[in-house]
Structure formats: structure tokens, C-alpha cells
């Protein structure tokens, strides 16, 4: 193995390929609903049982989708790195559970994740596994109705971001998959790694808007492009 550092970022396009659809940039619409009422601190403050249905039912929609072997291939890489001794950090956009039900163990979930609840009083989180809603108690602080979903909204930070930083100037290989490259501050990774000295790789559909800072960008279908990109990476002389 060539890299000593594996950072992979991945995106909606991963996802996609189970099932599971994304807020579609183009109209500003997930599911039907306007993001800002779904997706915003301001939205939750307007109408909390609008978005606490809406993620209890992206939430209970989980349980029908399942890991494709893009997500599978991540994790084989993941245990190829570990036993070769090298570091494989995993960070994910999505909020969806397809990356640990493949087995992937080092992942960062920088927007959150809905099986996940996070407490408006104590701020402490909860693994989340049914709906939540007004009578859902905190149980933590024991506090009555002060769950939300666990998403960083817009506006809002996203999680883990020094431990990103720190690893993004390590790695010597950073992997864009499934992404659009719209979105700050992931829209900004490829660039931070290839500063360090990264090699910089994207695997999408179809070329990102940050595409010509990667040094090879691969187009298709994440099911077929990540397997053959980490058999080619693991099965080198
Ligand atoms: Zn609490």
C-alpha cells in the first residue's frame, strides 16, 4: 500500500444508490418540503411537530434501505488499512446509518445522524432508535420534550470539525465520493488535503464544482466506481 492516511468524504450520492433520497439541491425541496422549514434552527422554532415527524419518518424509512457495496468496499478498505497498519478516518455527510451497518468503526458524522437525539436543555446526545416527540424524555437530565433530531442544521456547525482538521493534514490520500461539492466546509476538505500534500481522488456521478482540485476524478455509479477503485488499491503489488 502506497498511503499510510486514508481520509474518505462521502456524500448523498452514496446513499442514493440504497434508496434513500436527498434534499435535492436544484428546487431547495427534501422530500417534498422546503429546507428551510425542515433543516433550519428557525424552522424547528416555527413548528417542532412539523420537523420531529419529519425525521421521526426519514428515521423509521431507514430500517427499509440497505448498505450497497459501496459502503461495503469502505469497509473492507478500513480493515485493509488497519491491518497494514495505517490510519482510515471515514467522514460522512449523511445522516443515515448505511456506513456502521456495513461495519465501518472509525466515522465521523459531521452533519449529525438520525439515530441520534441531541438534548435542548443538557445538550447531551442519546442513541435514537424510535420517534420523538413531545413525551420523549431526555435521559440524561430526565427533562420532558427537550429532545430535537441530532442534525446540524443550517446555520449551524458541524460536528467534530478540529479532529477533521487535524486528520485532513495528516493524510496523504483524501477520496471525494458521492458529493457535490457544494456544501461548506466539506466542499473545502479536498482542498485543505491537497495543501498538505495530499493526493486527491473523486469518485461521483458527475464532476463536482470543486472537480479540478482533484488529480484523478472517476465518473459513475458508486456501487461499481468504489469496489474496483479499493480492489485496485488493496490488491497492488
Ligand atoms: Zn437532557
Same mark, same amino acid.
Given at each position: 500500500?502506497? /498511503?499510510?492516511?486514508?481520509?474518505?468524504?462521502?456524500?448523498?450520492? @452514496?446513499?442514493?444508490?440504497?434508496? @434513500?433520497?436527498? /434534499?435535492?439541491?436544484?428546487?431547495? !425541496? $427534501?422530500?417534498?418540503? %422546503? @429546507?428551510?422549514?425542515?433543516?433550519?434552527?428557525?424552522? /424547528?422554532?416555527? *413548528?417542532?411537530?412539523?420537523?420531529?415527524? +419529519?425525521?421521526?419518518?426519514?428515521? &423509521? &424509512?431507514?430500517?427499509?434501505?440497505?448498505?450497497?457495496?459501496?459502503?461495503?468496499?469502505?469497509?473492507?478498505?478500513?480493515?485493509?488499512?488497519?491491518?497494514?497498519?495505517?490510519?482510515?478516518?471515514?467522514?460522512?455527510?449523511?445522516?443515515?446509518?448505511?456506513?456502521?451497518? &456495513?461495519?465501518?468503526? *472509525? #466515522?465521523?458524522?459531521?452533519?449529525?445522524?438520525?439515530?441520534?437525539?441531541?438534548?435542548?436543555?443538557?445538550?447531551?446526545?442519546?442513541?435514537?432508535?424510535?420517534?420523538?416527540?413531545?413525551?420523549? !424524555?431526555?435521559?440524561?437530565?430526565?427533562?420532558?420534550?427537550?429532545?430535537?433530531?441530532? @442534525?446540524? $442544521? +443550517?446555520?449551524?456547525?458541524?460536528?467534530?470539525?478540529?479532529?477533521?482538521?487535524?486528520? !485532513?493534514?495528516?493524510?496523504? #490520500?483524501?477520496?471525494?465520493?458521492?458529493?457535490?461539492?457544494?456544501?461548506?466546509?466539506?466542499?473545502? +476538505?479536498? %482542498? &485543505?488535503?491537497?495543501?498538505?500534500?495530499?493526493?486527491?481522488?473523486?469518485?461521483?456521478?458527475?464532476?463536482?464544482?470543486?472537480?479540478?482540485? +482533484?488529480?484523478?476524478?472517476? #465518473?459513475?455509479?458508486?456501487?461499481?466506481?468504489?469496489?474496483? $477503485?479499493?480492489?485496485?488499491?488493496?490488491?497492488?503489488?
Amino acid at each position: 500500500m502506497q /498511503f499510510k492516511s486514508i481520509i474518505i468524504l462521502t456524500g448523498a450520492g @452514496i446513499s442514493a444508490e440504497s434508496g @434513500i433520497p436527498t /434534499f435535492r439541491a436544484a428546487d431547495g !425541496l $427534501w422530500e417534498d418540503h %422546503r @429546507i428551510e422549514d425542515v433543516a433550519s434552527p428557525e424552522g /424547528f422554532a416555527r *413548528n417542532r411537530a412539523l420537523v420531529q415527524r +419529519f425525521y421521526n419518518l426519514r428515521r &423509521a &424509512a431507514l430500517s427499509k434501505a440497505e448498505p450497497n457495496p459501496a459502503h461495503k468496499a469502505l469497509m473492507e478498505l478500513e480493515s485493509y488499512m488497519r491491518e497494514n497498519g495505517g490510519e482510515f478516518l471515514l467522514i460522512t455527510q449523511n445522516v443515515d446509518d448505511l456506513h456502521e451497518r &456495513a461495519g465501518s468503526q *472509525n #466515522l465521523i458524522h459531521m452533519h449529525g445522524a438520525l439515530k441520534s437525539a441531541l438534548c435542548t436543555h443538557c445538550e447531551r446526545r442519546q442513541p435514537q432508535h424510535s420517534d420523538i416527540d413531545e413525551r420523549s !424524555l431526555c435521559e440524561h437530565c430526565k427533562t420532558k420534550g427537550s429532545l430535537r433530531p441530532d @442534525i446540524v $442544521w +443550517f446555520g449551524e456547525v458541524p460536528y467534530q470539525m478540529g479532529r477533521i482538521e487535524a486528520a !485532513l493534514a495528516r493524510c496523504d #490520500l483524501f477520496v471525494s465520493i458521492g458529493t457535490s461539492g457544494a456544501v461548506y466546509p466539506a466542499a473545502g +476538505f479536498v %482542498r &485543505a488535503a491537497r495543501h498538505y500534500g495530499a493526493r486527491t481522488i473523486e469518485l461521483n456521478l458527475d464532476p463536482s464544482a470543486g472537480s479540478a482540485l +482533484f488529480d484523478d476524478s472517476r #465518473l459513475g455509479k458508486a456501487s461499481a466506481l468504489v469496489p474496483a $477503485w479499493v480492489k485496485s488499491l488493496t490488491h497492488e503489488a
